[in-house]
């Protein structure tokens, strides 16, 4: 045993099985490089169209995945009832606007209306959230992964069982205040909700990306995330900073909840388990705990998904959820640290 | 290795528990199979409303699941969350070997085709139940594969995909290519009757397909406990407690992961088979997320790693999921005369379940010791600044 010396990076060696899983990811991405491209050739505007319907969906998806990574990155946790959360303020805008309110068609006020509602629905969502950290996640911070895993797991069925007690185990149909008039821009047609999709989903983006990289609360959040220890020991208050990040990410997933109600028009009580699993796949996309990440993981899998059920040549939406699950395995299997993200190393 | 004592004492307390599981299974056998159709109504009916044997049956089944899943999430320290696609993977394992579904082939092997069903493939049950087994096994590699070099909560997630993309498949396989594979939501039903060496069992014969299943289920229970005190049990368990420390004691981590999945699928590929035959058919609405997390709750409520603990949690939970809700709730309903439609209380139930077992009880009901060490090791700080405060006041 002779000692290796410090500081020179011994060369890697390139197993045959390295090789391998690297040709076949390549070939993958081949393969759908060409449906695109076949696709894009075969029928441009369609495909335009399609992009554009990726875009409105993938959007709601990076809001959703925003909670996922934002908790994620703070304390190491799979929050599987965020999608639930989403859920529920879904739920909350339509007892709220569309039943209490009454606001079920297109006018000045029943804007001003959604506006409001918006943000009670982001109080709601940051509200169930942060209950949901405090009654549960806390005590088990420093228990064994597996043990706020499965709590989390438990607390999406007592969401989804809210949501069954609040609107019922049937979908509801939702009378949107959005107008459902659309434009043509060079053959493609937009919709207003996409329009307003992109007014409200963006601005909201870039507050959140403002709160977690120039505000104070967000240096103590990413130094809560780094280190925990340290970050007590340089005066932040980690559990404060904890509940900041789950009432952030609860506030996103009320928007998503109410831009998902009024743009698609039906509201379901197991409408979380399914977004929420598309939602964390984007975040993985883009690199769990990374912001931007999550945004740009949403984005393409929102256009994947689009492609997936819209294009002339492809699988077919019935594929549409098992296309999802495919993209998580291969990226768990060829970048498990995401676009963005540093591979992930198991920390011992 | 001079611990001989207290394995001694583990090996007859089993044997007590054997002796139990298989007086309780005499016991509603012999009840359903010779007493209770000479018994007064009133006494069938009580018994046919709380403890019908095809809510028994099924209840042996949840435990051959609660085992497979329990090597898995119990031995292991694995969380899988999609286990609900092995038990898909079984029943259709079942549907295209024991049924006329495959009616360009035609193949019997010691088959029991039904008259004028002889197209389609008919194997031996015994065959198919080995058949199961390995195809389960080797799925449970494929997905194990992948996943075992993630940290633990990504491998939760893969699981959990491919518990999604099997089910699916099964739904949506009514044309892949061109080819019927599993007949799409409608499923494959129409199964053989079961052939033991001359002795027909038919779609009817509850009483002796729950022996059957019973059977099964007691078998599993043997497997989980002689596993578990073998070199690969408590190589599992060694993982469990930590990995790192494990693998310089010269524990293969890689292999004995494999086999966890492998052997964990097993369990749930042969209560797919089981299923299946006890059903007469395979249908794919039935496998979903839910199914999983119930198996999970079973595993979790009676103690990870304890076969008896796990067991008792089967039967708990699936005995509430079956007849206990409804029955309980008609009770209440009629005797304080309120309306309350307690099956829809389930989410709450299961959700509920799992958040209070994991916040005060981590370890299950009927712990394993070295898990309750495990689980207790470290405390959140308010637990500590409290021990410290309860000793500083002392």
Known sequence: MTTVASGVARKKKVTPSAILIRASMIFIIAVAVYWLGLNLTNDPRQFAQVTVNGLNNGLLYALIALGYTLVYGIIELINFAHGDLFMLGAVFSFAVLTEFLGAQSPSATNYALLLLVLLLTMLFGAFVNVSIERLAYRKLRNAPKLAPLITAVGMSFVLQWVGL???????????????????????????????IIFAITIPLLIVLAYIVNKTKRGRAMRATAQDKDASRLMGIDVNKTITFTFAIAGAAAGAAGIMWAQTTGTVAYNLGFQLGLIAFTS????????????????????????YNDGLAIGPGQRWSQTMVFTILILLMVYRPGGLLGETAQEKV | MSNTAPAHTA?????????GFTGVVAFFFIMNKFILPEAPRGIQ???NNWFSLTSMAEIMIWILMALGLNIIVGYAGLLDLGYVAFWALGGYVAGWLMSPFFSGISLNFFGNPREGFEFGIHFHVFLVLILGGVFTAIWGIIIGGPTLRLKSDYLALVTLGFGEIIPQFMINGADIGGVNVTNGSQGIGGLDDVNLFGYVIGTFAIPEKFLMVSLMAGAMIFFSIRLRDGRLGRAWLAIREDELAASMMGVPLWRTKFASYAIGAVGGGIGGVGFAILVGGVYADRFNFVISIIILAMVVLGGMGNVWGVVVGAVVLAWINSVGLIQVGNLVNNTFGTDINFPSYQFLLFGLLLVLMMLFRREGFIPEARIRMVMDEEKTEEEKVSDETKIASK
């Open chain 2, 45 to 47: 009916t009580f018994f």
């Open chain 2, 11 to 19: 090996a007859s307390s089993n044997k007590k528990w054997a002796l």
């Open chain 1, 283 to 306: 975040a993985v996309l883009g690199g769990v705990g990374n912001l931007y990440g999550a945004v740009l993981g949403g984005i393409i899998i929102g256009l994947i998904q689009s």
């Open chain 1, 165 to 195: 007690k609040w609107i019922g185990s049937n979908p509801v149909n939702v009378n949107t205040v959005l107008p459902s008039t659309s434009f043509e821009l060079a053959g493609v047609v937009i919709g207003f909700k996409t329009v």
